[in-house]
Structures are given as C-alpha cells and as structure tokens.
C-alpha cells in the first residue's frame, strides 16, 4: 500500500515568487491536512480538506491556500513568498468520516523542503 | 484553545535505559484524543499510540508504554530497553472538536550505544 506522496522533496525560492506544493494521500483516504513545520514555531496547522471542501482552515495569511481534487490529491499554494516561509511542509491524510475528529491518526508524507532565498 | 507542553527539549539515553517523554495538554474539550507521533531523521511522522479522553487506562505495546492521567493532564510516554534505532523526535500532540491537530514542540531523544 503506497504511503502519502509529497512532491518536489526539495525547492529552493526567491522572495516574491510563488510555489506549489502537490500531495496524494492513501488509496481511500479522503481528508488531507496540511502542516508547516520550522524550528521556531515547530508543527503548525495550516488546513484540511474533505471531499475538495476546506474543512478547517489554521492561522495563516491569505498568501497560504490550498485545494483538493476529485481524486482526494492536494496541493497547496503560497504566494508572495516571504524568509519566514522557509519550512518543512507536511501532508497528512485520514481516513475520515463526514464528521468533524481528533480522534483521526494521521498518515504523513516526508514533506517539502522550502527554502526562500 | 489547545495547548500541548513538552517541557524536555533533549535526552540522551545510553542504550538499554528506559527513558520517560512527558507531556502536558490544555483544553476546554470534554471529549479529546491524545497521541504520540516520532519523526525520524526521514522527515515523516510516524504514528504510535492514540488515548481517547474517556480511556484512562494505562497499557505497554511491546517496549512501548504510556500513562495518561486526566487529573494532571499528562500523556506520558516511556520506551523500555531504548535502541538507537529509537532516535528521533518524538511530538505529543492533542485533537479536539475540530479535525486539526495541536502539537507540542517536540523531544529529541538521542540513544547512545
């Protein structure tokens, strides 16, 4: 059973460029998260998504979105690049019912590595 | 709001010692999920143990056991015998009402051989 899939591993950025970052979850799993991961403010949500609706949205500007496809695949988005959105990102995916859950255990990918320069 | 506290930074156990990962949560919830994940030099999180708020009972899983106390709100997490292979850091993080996960800011746990 192949795991959670992030793509690119690694990118390097200028400051005022935009990336995408793309995840496909587990076979069957229908909830994607995302999560920014830096030395500082260590793991920090971003959002989820379910069924290509944005379940739960963290507090981040508006630069960070995201979006799910038909096929429960995610990516997310930053624009306007800033230094400080140099970090770990981290997709996760669950298999999630309809109904909001802490209780769901949550399958990582090995993340993107974004470095702004 | 939630709030998970992992006082401990850094251990560095010899191998074959027992080591004991702390952690204490904040929240308003009455139904909660606490878990511990490790995150290996890899990068990937990797999931080990979830304790629902209801379920104080403690238990070991193989060389892994916990101890959840709701009067203390603390979700402690011992490895016994530790190996190196165990090296990695390992996050507490705590579930709510909503699908997001808090996180605490981690424990890097070194074993020595």
């Known amino acids: 059973k192949a795991g959670v899939t992030q793509t690119p591993r690694y990118l390097i950025k200028t400051r005022g460029q935009q990336v995408t970052l793309s995840c496909s979850p587990i076979s069957g799993h229908r909830s994607v998260s995302w999560y920014q991961q830096t030395p500082g403010q260590g793991l920090q949500f971003l959002f989820e998504y379910f069924s290509e609706t944005q379940r739960n949205k963290g507090n981040f500007p508006g630069r960070f979105s995201g979006r799910q496809f038909s096929n429960s695949r995610s990516e997310m988005n930053v624009s306007t690049l800033e230094l400080g959105d140099s970090a770990l990102y981290l997709c996760?995916?669950?298999?999630?019912?309809?109904?909001?859950?802490?209780?769901?255990?949550?399958?990582f990918g090995a993340g993107s590595r974004l470095t702004v320069l | 709001a939630q709030k998970v506290t992992q006082a401990q930074t850094e251990i560095s156990v010899v191998e074959k010692e027992d080591v004991t990962l702390d952690c204490v949560y904040e929240t308003r919830d009455t139904t909660y999920y606490l878990f511990w994940y490790k995150q290996p030099p890899s990068g990937e999180l990797v999931f080990l143990i979830r304790r629902n708020s209801f379920d104080e009972q403690n238990e070991i899983s193989g060389r892994y056991s916990w101890n959840f106390q709701k009067s203390t709100s603390s979700f402690n997490f011992t490895i016994t015998a530790s190996q190196v292979v165990d090296s990695a850091v390992y996050f507490c993080a705590l579930g709510g009402a909503n699908s997001k996960l808090t996180f605490g800011k981690g424990i890097t746990l070194s074993v020595r051989p």
């Open positions: 996760a995916s669950s298999f999630s019912s309809g109904s909001y859950s802490g209780a769901n255990v949550l399958t």
